[in-house]
């Protein structure tokens, strides 16, 4: 078994092949078109020729002698009675009739400019030119060579060359043979070539018109049997037959000496077999196609895009020891976790050697079998395979097992099945980062489905409406350690994109943790443990008493997961940005505090813990590593899982009852606001209507309509958010970051309002109208699209039409824009890939050519930047400092009068720029998964 | 053919026919007779004298020709000089950075800018000492040097994902205002593509133009400035009534409209004679019904309605006043008091060589045109600026130094250069990472006719060849000595 990479591939080069070497490769000279006998025998100097490699199993190549697998299949050879030209070829073989004589075979240019052509190619060898410069070179070479109209050599007048696409040739309207144009290529001296672009050493011009062709092995273009017993042949061998066909008929005809028009005819027939045999999708000509009516799929097919060899099989590989399935919550696992189905575990294995150490745990395992029963409804694992010494692979089933198992000897490999602790990747598609594919531990569970912690879904992007997602277990100790300490989700906490957290609390965790401190509430000692039960922590905090009962505060409760140093102040999500703010007096109990580890006053919502904001998890990732953030995070799981049990959590149709004064202050806005709109399009059809700046008067009517309705959707939606209070579920969510929005509540409570597509008032469907129900040119708000209702109260049909025109769009926009932007990444990684930082600090590709000569300009990583700041200088500071109260205060006053200015300067230029455009409500948020 | 055009090319800079003569025998263009020295043209049996002459004549020729290019391009105006004044927009460096940066030299520590300016500012006015200070700056520096990237990380990759991930939670819908309700500018996720692509033309250009601080809070000169640049054709100021009995073009100036674009009817008539299908039959003359207007006709001087119909069409689209480009412009009041002008289209050249225009801070959104403008480094961080703009605008965070690594690399080599086939990939040293991206056939023929080499150095290649690529851990040996055990070391 080989071990490490001990070899490396130093470079390839790339060049052609020439028809001597075809010839001299070749395990046989293909000459017949018929692939087997009768009898089903592969036909000598036939396309399955026995020389060409073996695909059956058991038979041995009759080239090298080996058996299936392990003979690489050897190529043939089939000689053109004429020759052709090879399609991928002809710019090539265009650009260089036309820039060289076509009697001495020069290149068209005088000494001096062919010594300038080669200054030039030396100059950008100094420079170090790309594969485009070169190339560009060459054409600008080959472009003024053919510019000469008289050979400067022999003074011969040159033709004027034309290529009638894909493959013919002209000079001055009369068709040049591919005959000629070999006999002209032939005569270009190797020394005229370099400056076209051609090493005469890779590649010598006459060799791009084709006398022989090179017959595939077999093993490239397997047949396969079909189960009535048929031969279903590949696509390559059909293209062949076909040419070996044209070919022979050709042969025969010219030698029988047949009308000069009939072998031209073969001679076009055969150069187009050949052309399809390369590329069947070159333009100009029919594609090849199949009995069936489908298109051939020859060689450059299976080369190009997305599913051919290079991206599909070159680039990315189907790996063995994977698995897929559905994926689901389990709040109980830590967040390196990951829940492996029994059933998946005993199929993924891990190679384990034997030695001395660990050989009788080894030989128990391999006692139990393949598939051991549970003991006490626990796992146990088993083995699938061992690997003597001498590479054979055994298969362990109950029968064996006990055998196997007493001749383990050291140096063997026992394929064991997944246990606990073993680390695997875990992955989601699409992968558009690195955190897509993490490094989990294994816990192996019961039923079928993956689990992970809830704090892992946002860097995978992932729900549990259906969605699935991949494992891989790794095969090497290498592999593993690398995993361990690059992969691992603990590591990836802190995201490189913007050096926040990707990994933090969602739903149910922030509306736990809401619930536990929002206006520090009080639970008793029953409580308290249940909500603690699953949290570690050394002794209970100080009761608070109350009339002689003991009670614990949620601030406490959340205090014992905190660090026992831990300091930070900020604003809670719920916090309204009040122009002067009370700090600790908080009415809506949103400043924050946390001193010594002790939460003093403020809720703990998404701007605390969240994925993406949360502030406390920011700084202990930061602050007290990976270990004590993940350690945090599976704490503040249980904790809010706990509290969130204890206090109960439901939401429901009814959380949107608004009362029935509400309702009618909403109608009254609603029909308030349709009054207005009417007006607009009254004044606006007696033509008074006042024009804006920039804008016609259409546009006018549009943007003030729109201004209008906007405005009273809005007002509907603060009528309806006044009367759902922070005692409301909906709101407590929407509030505290954990899901929804009040936009989202208004519109079930208030009103839809205007429905968009395009940005712009409904206006399509019909003549002048969207909908037979409307007049023609209604301009008013109902007949354009505004949705009075409220999810809750109902839609009426037309804006139930009207909303759906509205999600269509949303549903086409996600549609469009995940093509567009993963095209985007694509050429984004093929740009970046290669870039990477040197010792030096220098940002490199692997040219060595500088990129950057600090990285991002300080060369400070993005994902351990302090939101993109090299360092934390208050931090800094207050550590330094710690001991000098006064000095601190002075910068802490210094600091905070900073930023007063600063916030006065953003908000004064929010009103300044304040949105002048409603929001519209493309599409309802569904479509999920 | 070809040498027949460059005798008469040669002839048209006015060098003698016979010297023209001797010259063609050989040379071919007259590049390359430009491009030789005299001691080449001498060797001809020229004299000196006419080497000389003509080497000056086709290298002025060539001048000319060099200017005819850039006139076409600026052709409202001659180019005005305008005067060079080093801009430096870093904040000046106080007293309190001088020392922080003395004492980091005497302690040989390292900090960024960035960190010694917000101490600085921090530490001003207190009075900490001198120890503290430096207990400080240490405690910086060695958080500094925690924070630092790893040798051999994959920054490429790390800001590819960085900018391509969030692309999914763009928008693709394309309009939205820029701070002007009338300007509608191209966001989210195409704008982004745009950048990345470094087409030429973006979709929507536009442009923020500053005026001078002297001038800056008066709207009218403002307004004057805008009104400059903003392009008027003739049709926007004035009702134009063809009479077909007279054969003639009437047009009616909007005398409000003139005034508020600063343009007198004199003016009209002097931009339409300069049209060369109008020249000479433009006339100013007092409108008969009313006296007190003005009226500009434009008669053909031949009775043909063909004539005519290309008079109405030449009247209509003569531009009036304004840049080639502004299709619109706009006034914005800042919060601090200054006026902004916004303009749809862009023409930074001919905007920058406006008087009383901030060229400090005036700017478009075209990256190409800053480039052509201002240069690469200019380009580099317009790049930055308009991504991070865009990303930002969308609510989303993406560190900026992976937007810098991309805007580094597409300005590498002194252009900006696409980040796709025909930019950034389609230059890689890698034939298997080029035929690996796209057009896979092309690259791979290629390759072979030139014999190219494939040094594997790359990630796509080596991933191809299915070897560790030369990242990460894959750039890095590990060697590990066992260290001998007592026993074996005393044997």
């Known amino acids: 078994m080989m071990r490490g990479v001990s070899k490396r591939i130093g470079s390839i080069k790339f060049s052609s092949l020439s028809p001597d070497e075809i010839r001299k490769m070749s395990a046989t000279k293909v000459i017949t078109a018929d692939t087997y006998d009768d009898d089903g025998f592969p036909i000598d100097m036939g396309l399955m020729d026995p020389h060409l490699g073996v695909i059956e199993p058991g038979l041995r190549c009759k080239t090298c002698g080996n058996k299936v697998d392990e003979c690489p299949g050897h190529f043939g050879h089939i000689d053109l009675a004429m020759p052709v030209i090879h399609v991928g070829l002809v710019k090539e073989i265009k650009k260089l009739l036309q820039s060289t004589c076509k009697t001495c075979g020069h290149l068209l240019m005088t000494k001096e400019e062919a010594l300038r052509k080669a200054q030039e190619w030396a100059d950008m060898d100094d420079l170090g030119g790309d594969a485009i410069d070169y190339r560009l070179l060459a054409k600008g070479t080959a472009k003024d060579a053919s510019k000469n109209t008289t050979c400067p050599y022999c003074g011969q007048e040159q033709g004027k060359i034309t290529l009638d696409k894909p493959t013919t040739f002209r000079e001055d309207g009369h068709k040049l043979t591919p005959k000629e144009v070999r006999e002209r290529l032939e005569r270009i001296p190797d020394e005229d070539l370099p400056p076209l672009g051609i090493d005469p050493n890779s590649c010598r011009p006459e060799w791009m018109v084709l006398t022989a062709l090179a017959v595939p092995p077999v093993t490239v273009r397997p047949s396969i049997t079909l189960e009535s017993g048929d031969r279903s042949e590949d696509d390559l061998t059909h293209k062949l037959v076909d040419v070996l066909r044209i070919n022979q008929r050709l042969r025969e005809n010219r030698d029988a000496g047949a009308p000069q028009l009939i072998v031209e005819d073969l001679w076009e027939l055969l150069q187009y077999h050949v052309t399809t045999y390369f590329d069947n999708q070159t333009s100009g000509i029919p594609p090849a196609r199949h009995r069936s009516g489908r298109p051939l799929k020859t060689l450059v097919q299976r080369l190009k895009g997305k599913e051919g060899r290079f991206r599909s099989n070159l680039s990315g590989k189907r790996v063995n020891f994977s698995a897929r399935t559905v994926i689901s919550p389990d709040p109980s696992l830590s967040i390196n976790e990951v829940g492996v189905p029994e059933e998946a575990a005993r199929e993924l294995t891990v190679p384990v050697h034997v030695t001395k150490a660990n050989i009788e745990f080894l030989r128990a395992m391999v006692k139990g079998g393949s598939n051991p029963p549970n003991v006490d409804g626990r796992y146990v694992p088993g083995v699938n395979y061992v690997i003597r010494t001498d590479g054979r692979r055994m298969k362990v089933t109950d029968r064996n097992a006990e055998s196997i198992a007493e001749g383990l000897e050291v140096g063997y490999i026992v394929e064991r099945h997944l246990m606990d602790k073993d680390v695997v990747l875990f992955n989601r598609q699409p992968s558009l980062h690195r955190m897509s594919m993490m490094a989990h531990t294994v816990r192996v569970m019961p039923w079928k489905t993956f689990r992970f912690n809830l704090c892992v879904c946002p860097p995978y992007n992932a729900d549990f409406d259906g969605d699935e997602m991949n494992l891989h277990v790794l095969q090497s100790d290498e592999a593993r350690a690398e995993a361990m300490i690059l992969m691992r989700v603990q590591e990836h906490i802190l995201s490189p994109r913007f050096g926040g957290p990707v990994i933090g609390a969602i739903h149910d965790h922030i509306t736990g943790t809401f619930l536990l401190t929002h206006q520090d509430p009080k639970f008793d000692k029953q409580e308290t443990l249940s909500i603690l039960s699953k949290v570690k922590y050394d002794t209970l905090p100080e009761p608070v008493v109350v009339d002689g009962r003991e009670y614990w505060t949620g601030h406490q409760l959340f205090s014992t997961i905190l660090p026992e140093d831990f300091h930070i102040t900020f604003k809670a999500s719920i916090c309204r940005n009040c122009p002067s703010c009370k700090k600790e007096d908080c009415d809506l109990d949103a400043y924050v505090k946390i001193r010594k580890g002790k939460l003093l006053t403020g809720t703990i919502d998404e701007k605390a813990i969240g994925s993406f904001k949360g502030k406390i998890l920011d700084k202990i990732t930061r602050d007290y590593g990976a270990d004590a953030s993940r350690e945090f995070l599976d704490d503040v799981t249980r904790l809010a899982i706990g509290a969130i049990m204890v206090r109960g959590f439901t939401t429901g149709i009814d959380d949107e009852d608004i009362p029935e004064e509400a309702t009618r202050q909403i109608n009254e806005v609603l029909s308030d606001a349709i009054r207005k709109v009417s007006e607009f399009v009254q004044a606006y059809r007696e033509g008074i209507l006042e024009q804006l700046p920039g804008r016609s008067l259409d546009e006018t009517l549009e943007v003030e309509v729109m201004k209008v309705l906007g405005r009273a959707r809005d007002e509907a939606g603060q009528i309806a958010g006044r009367h759902l209070g922070m005692e409301n579920s909906a709101v407590i969510m929407a509030r505290s970051g954990a899901r929804g929005s009040m936009l989202n509540l208004s519109q079930m409570a208030g009103c839809i309002g205007q429905q968009a597509v395009r940005g712009e008032r409904l206006s399509r469907g019909y003549w002048n109208r969207t909908l037979p129900h409307f007049k023609k040119g209604d301009l008013g708000a109902e007949a354009k699209g505004f949705v009075q209702n409220s999810y809750k109260s109902g839609l009426t049909p037309t804006e139930f039409f009207f909303h759906s025109m509205g999600g269509r769009e949303g549903l086409v926009d996600t549609a469009v824009r995940t093509s567009r932007s993963g095209y985007m990444q694509r050429r984004l990684i093929s740009a970046l890939e290669d870039l990477k930082l040197k010792q030096d600090g220098t940002v490199r590709n692997t040219a060595d050519i500088i990129v950057q000569l600090k990285y991002g300009e300080d060369g400070v990583d993005p994902s351990r930047s302090v939101q993109g700041d090299a360092v934390d200088v208050d931090d800094i500071l207050s550590e330094v400092l710690g001991d000098d109260a006064e000095a601190l205060a002075r910068i802490e006053e210094k600091k905070l009068a900073g930023y007063a200015t600063i916030e006065k300067d953003l908000m004064e230029t929010m009103e300044e720029e304040e949105v002048e455009e409603p929001e519209y409500d493309t599409g309802g948020g569904g479509g999920e998964d | ?491």
């Not at chain 2, 960190?115 to 207190?126: A, D, F, I, K, Y």
């Not at chain 2, 045109?369 to 991070?388: H, K, P, Q, T």
């Not at chain 2, 190219?452 to 750039?475: F, K, M, R, S």
Request: negative net charge; without cysteine; proline residues 3%.
């Open chain 2, 1 to 491: 053919m070809a040498r027949k055009d460059t005798f008469n090319a040669l002839q048209k800079r006015g060098v003698e026919a016979a010297v023209a003569d001797k010259l063609l025998q050989k040379f071919t263009s007259i590049a390359d007779i430009a491009s030789a020295s005299a001691a080449d043209l001498v060797s001809l049996g020229l004299t000196e004298e006419q080497a000389a002459d003509t080497l000056a004549k086709l290298g002025k020729s060539k001048k000319d020709s060099g200017k005819k290019a850039a006139k076409k391009e600026a052709p409202a105006e001659p180019a005005k000089r305008i005067e060079f004044h080093r801009v430096v927009k870093a904040k000046p460096v106080t007293e309190m950075e001088i020392r922080l940066n003395g004492m980091l030299d005497e302690l040989g520590l390292e900090l960024p800018r960035r960190v010694v300016v917000t101490l600085g500012e921090r530490l001003e006015g207190t009075d900490i000492s001198e120890a503290k200070i430096k207990e400080i700056l240490k405690k910086a520096a060695e958080k500094y040097e925690l924070h630092k990237m790893d040798a051999n990380e994959s920054a490429g990759i790390l800001a590819a994902q960085s900018i391509g991930e969030p692309g999914t939670q763009m928008t693709m819908r394309t309009f939205h205002y820029a701070g002007v309700a009338e300007i509608n500018v191209t966001l989210g996720l195409p704008r982004l593509i745009e950048i990345v692509d470094a087409r030429r033309v973006p979709s929507t250009p536009m442009m923020t133009v500053y005026i001078q601080p002297e001038y800056r809070e008066n709207v009218d000169e403002v307004r004057r400035v805008a009104s400059r640049i903003e392009k008027t054709t003739l049709l926007d100021i004035a009702d134009i009534e063809t009479d077909i009995v007279n054969m003639k073009v009437i047009v009616h100036p909007d005398m409000s409209k003139l005034e508020q674009k600063g343009i007198t009817p004199e003016q009209i008539v002097e931009k339409l004679n300069k049209d060369r299908r109008l020249r000479g039959q433009v006339a100013l003359v007092t409108d008969e019904d009313d006296p007190s207007r003005k009226q500009v006709v434009v008669s053909s001087d031949e009775p043909s309605f063909k004539k005519l119909q290309g008079i109405v069409q030449a009247t209509r689209d003569s531009v009036i006043q304004g840049l080639d480009g502004i299709e619109r412009a706009i006034l914005r009041k800042q919060p601090n008091g200054e006026y902004v002008i916004y303009t749809a289209g862009s023409n930074l050249r001919e905007v920058l060589a406006e008087d009383k225009v901030d060229r400090t801070r005036t700017t478009t959104n075209s990256i190409q045109e800053i480039y052509d403008v201002l240069g690469v480094e200019a380009a580099r961080n317009s790049i930055i600026n308009e991504a991070s703009r865009t990303l930002e605008e969308q609510g989303l965070t993406v560190d900026i130094r992976h937007i810098m690594l991309v805007a580094d690399l597409m300005t590498n080599d002194g252009d900006v250069k696409a980040i796709g086939r025909h930019g950034i990939s389609g230059r890689k040293s890698s034939v298997l990472a080029r035929a690996a991206f796209e057009i896979t056939a092309t690259h791979l023929l290629h390759a072979a006719l030139t014999g190219e080499t494939d040094d594997l150095d790359g990630v796509a290649e080596n991933i191809i060849v299915g070897q560790p690529v030369t990242l990460g851990t894959g750039a890095v040996n590990l060697v590990y000595e066992p260290k001998k055990r007592p026993k074996e070391a005393s044997q």
